[in-house]
């Protein structure tokens, strides 16, 4: 008998109608009422509240109608009106609510009171706010601080963050891990040691004048929608795109703005991408030593220079290593390394050398990886050897992944912050005593669970446990705590491998009204322009027993911090623009660009914080930017995987679906990918199918291979035939993830490497 297979074709174009139809199914599906739905449109204007969806920078007068699918299922997923209330939760164990899938625990809705489990009971059960308080006291003041670790995901707010990094740092805590380190981190890194910034420099000015675009490893028409649509508009007024990505995604081969009428009425769309490299996983320094070789061929050949020579005598340092590592790589090892001939990458510098003006972008697909910072690094030798940095139309930008994981890490809610953030944290504070010291990131908060040194997660919003890098052990990891204490909007898995004692709080998400003495609050939040925006909920929220995040952060401060009288915990919990003061006095001397930051915020809605890189200024020790070389490595834990099974090991990446926010998962489906009604997929090149003597649809079990002999396996899944390279596959995460080692990390950074997974099909 043939197997089923859930592989359909998808012949209409990425966004068109199926956005449209997907949005509306969403509304739809989470009963939001016809009322409500004109708010939709309040998203990101002003007086309105930002997108809960990706970090991607919105236009200030878009049209009414926003066609980002995406960001209309986040603010549908939260603005639903259904509830899991005490009834809900009464009696449960956490074995109980173990049996839901991921989906189901989420589609219980909106969480509406405090929650307590405690393990002598073995039950969840609904307590009032006071009594939360009291435990998560009675609990923490037992503990050790350096036992505490303080995690926080990208959707809280500047104001939160801001409260959250204090609150751990006055209780004597800096372990301060947040979903940056699973995600940018390396970007950050990369950039700051060479252009003296953390932060990309382009602005959506600068995509209105690019004339060729490079997008590495990123699939926007599912994760950025918005930056899609800006792609298709520069596509229409005649730049290029070129894409690096072992997959042909949807979004580039054919895509149509829902707002074009005409393609709508034809359901057809464009091209948006002029070339697809399909670089092999892992490739891409490879491919753009490759580009940089083949571009000073042209440079040597041509007539008029193709580098920026001025700008490279008069801005940056580094140049000869670079050129001398690329003359002394040679095109074997990068056609070997990258999957890429040396046809595809001389095509690609000629494209680059033609453009006068080039925005590189890039996502996870290049941070997931082994020499991630190493990457981004060569993505700033191309740029600055043509003067990309700092031009109209050029720039680096690393694209973030939640809508304001940028602006947690502007409030310093992360383990290594500057001296002179605590310094200014103290001289607004006098008398708080502050924990200075680096702490531990969030692999290092992986290893304390492990080794049982941490004892208790604090965690604002995010799911952990299931967005960690070998999920199930870190699971039954954080079971052993005794503590856990869960912000949160919706339950996920996280919440149902409890500590000793644990609370799950209900909290306000971005699009309910925040009012405090009748007084209503508004928040802020930066995005990957590094604009700082307002933003007000339009809905009432669905209990009066949800409390904001700020609200939440500070009445465990007053209650946890040491010298805690010396800090105004309740006053600013009542008032945001007290926050807002503090924020701006702790920003002097750290982030330029601060001043009158609640004014102007009140006054314009919006500012743009200044990025000293795209003024051509370098905070970086050279005062210069700098061109960094590295050699060619292999991957040293694929080597060992291949070293024990040779070519029968593949190497896996683990990716979103279309219809997924990270753990949040909406539905079954990948539209784009023709994949339906199952998840549990691995799609494979079909020459490696047929060497294993699989067929579409055949069931098989993946492990992967470490040197630390661990057993990791997922079992069911069904094989896809899918356009990949050779030697590569993929799967969705977090259906995968438990294949993925906590202990193996990017060297520089500890972001967990999961996209460079060495996995048997067994
Ligand atoms: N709707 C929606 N929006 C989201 C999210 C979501 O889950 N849903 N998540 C948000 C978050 S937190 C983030 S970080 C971003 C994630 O946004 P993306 O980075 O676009 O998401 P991933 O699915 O991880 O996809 C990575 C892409 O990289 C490619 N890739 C994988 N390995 C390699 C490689 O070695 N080289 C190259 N060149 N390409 C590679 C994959 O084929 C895929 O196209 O999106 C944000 N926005
Ligand atoms: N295998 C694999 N694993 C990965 C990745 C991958 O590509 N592959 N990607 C990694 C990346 S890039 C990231 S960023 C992380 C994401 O890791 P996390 O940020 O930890 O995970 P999310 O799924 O975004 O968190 C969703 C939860 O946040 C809560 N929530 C939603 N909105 C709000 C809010 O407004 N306030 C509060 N307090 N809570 C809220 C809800 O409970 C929801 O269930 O996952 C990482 N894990
Ligand atoms: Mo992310």
Known sequence: MKPQSPQRVYTHPAGGRGAIHAAISAFYQQRIPIRLIESFWSANKVNGFDCPGCAFPDKPGKPLIDSCEQGQKAIAWEMTRKQAGADFFEGKTPKDLRQLSDRALESQGRLVTPILYEKSSGVYKAIDWQEAYAIVARETNKLTPSSVAFYASGRSSNEAAFLWQLMARAYGCANLP????FCHEPSGYALKQVIGVGKGTCTLEDFEHAQLFIVIGQNPASNHPRMMAALYE?????????????????????FSDPKNLGE?????????????????????????????KALFELDHHASDSVLDHAFIHAHTMGFETVKQEAEKVNWESIERFSGLSRVQLRELAQYYADSPSTIISWCMGVTHHEYAVETIQYINNLLLLKGNIGKLGAGALPVRGHSNVQGDRTMGATSSVSAQWIANMEATFPGAQLNAEQGRDACR??????ARSIKALFSLGGNFGVAAPDSPRVLEALTQCKLTVHITTKLNRTHCYPGEVALILPTLGRTDIDARQGVEQWISTEDSSSTIRRSQGIQIPISEKQWSEPKIVANIGVLIAKNADRIPWLSMADDYSLIRTCIEKCQQSVTPGFEQFNERLLREGSFQLPNLAAQRQWNTPSGRAEFRAHPLKENEHIRFAQSRHGNDILILMTLRSHDQFNTTVYSDDDRYRGVFGNRRVLLMNEQDMNERHLVNGNKID???IYADGIDRCVRQFIVLPYDIPRGCAAAYFPEASPLIAASVSSGHTRTPMYKEVPILIC
Request: aromatic share 4%.
């Open 264 to 292: 709508l009425i034809r359901d057809k769309g464009i091209a948006v991408a002029d070339a697809i490299y399909q670089v092999r996983i892992g490739g891409d320094l490879a491919a753009l030593k490759g580009v940089i």
């Open 702 to 704: 993946i492990k992967s």
């Open 178 to 181: 947040d979903s940056s380190n």
């Open 234 to 254: 520069a596509k229409k007024r005649g730049a290029k795109v070129l894409v690096l990505n072992p997959l042909k995604e949807k979004g580039f081969t054919h």
């Open 445 to 450: 908060v992986i290893d304390g669970l492990f």
